[in-house]
């Protein structure tokens, strides 16, 4: 029976490390559809989304459809005392604005706006580029800026917010739901579904040319 290989003796690229143990191990073979997890701590190592290149294609254009009515059509509408406002994102962050405060301001656009269109945008130049097998170097940069995008888009965040104003506004006025909110909750579901189908060692495989991580 031949001996295992000494880990010193193997390429660099051949090797993976758990993200949540740091055990180093080989890096294993995974097949359509199939994941593979550590020994030691049963942390998610690699998953082979199948037609990962389609369907994040098109939850990218989905989110990328949903994000100007999101942030531009009323999310609420809201009558009290004889006036009536319609609220959204973007009147959200000019009122911040016009009130002073402009550093919450900045924050809010910032996180809700600017952030996810930036990394939706990043994420369709990458699959673009994965697609087409042109702008490959140019795509692994903006995957690597997308990696440190991740942290700081927080529509869920700002999601709880409006929930919780609703709640509280809805026992002192008239208040209506509108058609921004249904948007806003379809971008945030087609952002966390297309990070969940985008599996990150997937798309490192196929910015390096494996055809076979495409699918």
Not at 48 to 72: D, G, K, W
Not at 83 to 89: N, R, S
């Amino acid at each position: 029976m031949n001996a295992a290989p000494d880990i010193k003796d193997v390429e660099l690229d051949q090797l993976i490390a758990c993200h949540e143990c740091d055990l180093l191990m080989l890096k294993p073979h995974v097949g359509h559809g199939q994941k593979a997890s550590c020994p030691r701590c049963g942390f998610s190592l690699i998953v082979h989304r199948s037609a990962m290149e389609r369907r994040s294609l098109a939850l990218v254009l989905t989110a990328l459809l949903l994000f100007i009515p999101a942030n531009f059509l009323p999310i609420m509408h809201l009558a009290l005392l004889g006036q009536t406002t319609q609220d959204t994102v973007w009147s959200g962050v000019q009122a911040l604005y016009e009130t002073g405060m402009w550093h919450v301001a900045l924050v809010v656009l910032l996180s809700s706006m600017v952030i996810p269109l930036c990394k939706l945008l990043c994420q369709l130049f990458v699959l673009i580029s994965i697609r087409t097998r042109r702008g490959l170097p140019r795509a692994r940069a903006l995957y690597r800026t997308y990696q440190h995008l991740r942290e700081w888009g927080m529509l869920e965040v700002y999601l709880m917010g409006i929930l919780v104003s609703i709640v509280k506004l809805v026992g002192l006025a008239d208040l209506h739901i509108g058609i921004g909110l249904a948007c806003f909750v379809g971008l945030l579901l087609a952002q966390v579904w297309l990070e969940a189908t985008m599996s990150p060692h997937q798309v490192w495989d196929a910015l390096d040319g494996d055809a076979d991580a495409r699918d």
